[in-house]
C-alpha cells in the first residue's frame, strides 16, 4: 500500500487565505484601508508610521497593529504616543505575521471612526511575502544604508507590493546607493509600484507618500 502524504504547508496557507479573504471582506466593510508594512529590521518601519500618524492628524484616524517576535512594545508604544490607537502582537518568537494573527489583534481593537489600518509586520525580507494578512495593499520599506540590490535578492518580498519606500534618502551623501539601479530592480518586478524616496528624519518626501495614502483611502475608506 502506498503511503499517503499530505502538504501541511499547504493546507496552512490555504487556511491563511481564505481567512485573509475574510479580513479583507470585514475591513472594507467598515471602511477602513489597511496596509501590511513589511521591512528589514532597522529600515525605519516605525519611524515612518509616527511620521504618517503626525502627518493625518486632524484628518484621518489611524489605527496600528505592531507585530514583534517578543513582548517588547516599544513600537507600539510610540505609535500610541502620537495619537494612533496600538495594539501589539507578540508572535511568540516566529519570524512573520499570520492571518490568524491579526484576526485576533482586530478582536482586540475598536475600528468605528479608523480610516487607516497599518499593520507593521516582523522586520524580515524573507517569509512575511508568502502571508496574506487581509490588507488591501502591501508596502515595502527600504532603507538607503541596506544597499541598492535588495529587490535582486530578495524578488519574492519586492513583487507584488503597491508602493516601496526609500527611507533615509539623507543619507544619500554619506552612503553608496545607486538609486537608478535600485528603481529599475523594483520596476521589472511589479511595473506599476509606487516609489517614495523619502527621510523620516528630515520629513523630505514624506508629502508624496501622505498623499498615496490619501487616494487609496478615499477609494476604500470614503
Ligand atoms: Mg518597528
Ligand atoms: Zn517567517
Request: aromatic share 8%; charged share 20%; hydrophobic share 45%.
Amino acid at each position: 500500500m502506498t503511503v499517503k502524504t499530505i502538504s501541511i504547508q499547504e493546507n496552512i496557507l490555504n487556511a491563511n487565505d481564505s481567512l485573509a479573504a475574510q479580513i479583507r471582506t470585514w475591513l472594507t466593510e467598515n471602511r477602513v484601508f489597511a496596509v501590511n508594512m513589511m521591512a528589514s529590521p532597522g529600515a525605519g518601519k516605525t519611524s515612518l508610521i509616527e511620521r504618517t500618524i503626525s502627518g493625518l492628524s486632524g484628518k484621518r484616524r489611524v489605527a496600528i497593529i505592531n507585530g514583534d517576535t517578543t513582548a517588547a512594545s516599544m513600537d507600539a508604544e510610540r505609535a500610541q504616543k502620537v495619537g494612533a490607537l496600538a495594539i501589539h502582537v507578540n508572535t511568540g518568537g516566529n519570524c512573520h505575521l499570520e492571518a490568524f494573527m491579526v484576526r485576533s489583534a482586530l478582536d482586540a481593537l475598536d475600528l468605528s471612526g479608523i480610516d487607516l489600518l497599518i499593520v507593521e509586520n516582523v522586520g524580515n525580507l524573507v517569509c512575511p511575502s508568502g502571508w496574506d494578512l487581509g490588507t488591501h495593499r502591501r508596502v515595502l520599506v527600504a532603507s538607503i544604508p541596506e544597499g541598492a540590490d535588495k529587490p535582486y535578492k530578495y524578488p519574492s518580498m519586492y513583487s507584488g507590493v503597491s508602493a516601496v519606500v526609500i527611507n533615509k534618502v539623507d543619507l544619500l551623501p554619506y552612503v553608496p546607493f545607486d538609486m537608478d539601479y535600485f528603481r529599475k530592480g523594483i520596476e521589472a518586478l511589479n511595473p506599476n509600484t509606487a516609489i517614495f524616496p523619502l527621510s523620516c528624519t528630515t520629513g523630505e518626501g514624506v508629502n508624496a507618500w501622505l498623499e498615496w495614502l490619501e487616494r487609496q483611502m478615499a477609494f476604500y475608506a470614503g
